[in-house]
């Protein structure tokens, strides 16, 4: 039980991921280095040489558009 | 904006449950970003992408570690004159998982994306990529690293690596504070040398 919830978790993170990459890339950097590395809009900002409030629209755009396709593909919870 | 005819009551039950995807308010998704609670009305895409970054929040970065809140501060402050403020991580991406159904269908959605579920390596940045691959056991990038720059690399990650093991979170932020500036002025190089050294890849040949 233990081993194969442990594969399934990591297919699963693997396929957000891959939801991730379907983002144009500067987009799914920034959710990244904001959600996994649980850094800031200014730290954020700071490493990829972007302003915070473009940071924080980059986000949004990608969450956005991320939305749209769990939408589209029907995914629910 | 109201829409035509509607009362202000109707108003808000508009602005609560009828926004799609791409109308997602901001305050939603910034509470995404922070790992907030999504309101029990909000809209079905945005509590599967809240639950979906959840599944993204590795341990590694929650504190849970010895030596992390250590490390990730020593990173930003490598990157920043600005001290590091604490993380402000809420605890509800502690919960960290996806239910099977919701995992069950993510796994499909990327598959009938992309063809096949790892099809994303390579397609995000390097040091992204070696970050997922240290928090979430994603595949690792192939990063080409001048011979010079690994051995010093090397050097730094294992000054790290044995500080980080001895427990002094001290010399291990000081060692990571190194190993970052010697990565260089790019901002890749700086999360390349996070990355490798969070997952204290010292041995690995193509990396260290």
């Given at each position: 039980?233990?081993?194969e919830f442990g594969a399934l978790e990591r297919i699963s993170a693997q396929a957000v991921?891959?939801?991730?990459?379907?983002?144009?890339?500067?987009?799914?950097?920034?959710?990244?280095?904001?959600?996994v590395a649980g850094l800031d809009n200014q730290d954020v900002a700071r490493i990829v040489g972007k302003t915070p409030g473009a940071v924080r629209v980059a986000a949004h755009r990608g969450l956005r558009r991320l939305a749209a396709t769990v939408d589209r593909a029907g995914v629910t919870l | 904006m109201r829409p035509p005819g509607a009362s202000s009551g109707e108003m808000a039950e508009f602005s609560l449950s009828g926004r799609a995807g791409p109308e997602l308010d901001e305050q939603l998704l910034d509470a995404m970003l922070a790992g907030l609670h999504q309101p029990p009305d909000a809209p079905r895409q945005a509590a599967v992408v809240a639950e979906m970054l959840a599944s993204l929040a590795s341990p590694v970065y929650s504190g849970h570690l010895a030596g992390e809140e250590a490390a990730r501060s020593a990173f930003v402050r490598a990157v920043s004159p600005v001290p590091a403020e604490p993380p402000r991580r809420a605890s509800s991406w502690l919960r960290g998982r996806l239910s099977v159904r919701l995992a069950a269908a993510v796994v499909a959605a990327a598959?009938?994306?992309?063809?096949?579920?790892?099809?994303?390596?390579?397609a995000l940045p390097g040091p992204v990529q070696d970050l997922a691959h240290y928090a979430i056991g994603a595949p690792a990038?192939?990063?080409a690293v001048a011979d010079g720059r690994r051995r010093a690399g090397h050097r730094l990650c294992t000054?790290?690596?044995r500080a980080e093991a001895s427990g002094d979170a001290r010399a291990a932020s000081v060692a990571l504070r190194r190993l970052a500036s010697a990565?260089?002025?790019?901002?890749?190089?700086?999360?390349?040398?996070?990355?490798?050294h969070r997952r204290?890849?010292?041995?690995?040949?193509?990396?260290a």
């Open positions: 039980m233990g081993a991921m891959a939801l991730l990459a379907t983002l144009p890339p500067d987009q799914a950097e920034i959710i990244v280095l904001r959600v | 598959a009938g994306l992309s063809g096949t579920v790892a099809a994303y390596a390579g990038a192939r990063v000054s790290y690596a990565a260089g002025a790019g901002a890749d190089g700086r999360l390349l040398s996070y990355s490798q204290v890849p010292c041995a690995s040949p193509e990396l």
